[in-house]
């Protein structure tokens, strides 16, 4: 019963994936592992336009962060910080496309993906 209670108190969460099998499928994707140095500096890098990810994550993304444009909260995104992050394999697809564009005015590369996914991965507790 009390994890009937609890299920229905938390919001519906589809648990498909998990940042290592992210990694692993971008990594495959673009024929090399994941570097954690180049996703920091990418995930650091306006890249010639007005944002970076940081902008909105935080520098490093283990704390809350706020929407740049909207001022929307945003929960922490390094899995460190908030073991749900990454673990919805639709969700990841979808911040993914739209962050990317957001940022880069195009769609990260598979290289893109993996190493920013290595760097968040990287980041453990205590911060």
């Known amino acids: 019963m009390a994890a009937l209670a609890c299920s229905l108190c938390l919001p519906a969460h ?25 996703g920091q500096a990418f995930f650091n890098n306006r ?8 902008s909105c994550h935080g520098t490093p993304p283990t704390g809350a962060g706020r929407h740049a444009s909207t001022g929307k909260a945003i929960d922490p995104l390094a899995p460190g910080a908030n073991p749900r992050t990454f673990t919805d ?6 911040w993914f496309r739209r962050n990317c564009k ?26």
């Not at 498909?16 to 990594?27: K, M, N, P, R």
């Open 47 to 54: 890249h010639g336009g007005e944002w970076s990810c940081s």
């Open 89 to 94: 394999s639709a969700r990841v697809e979808k």
């Open 14 to 38: 589809a648990a498909d994936t998990s940042i290592a099998q992210q990694l692993s499928h971008w990594s495959t994707q673009a024929g090399q592992p994941g570097n954690a140095q180049r």
């Open 102 to 127: 957001d940022v880069l005015a195009r769609e990260c590369s598979p290289a893109e993906k993996a190493d920013v996914l290595a760097y968040l991965a990287s980041l453990k507790p205590p911060f």
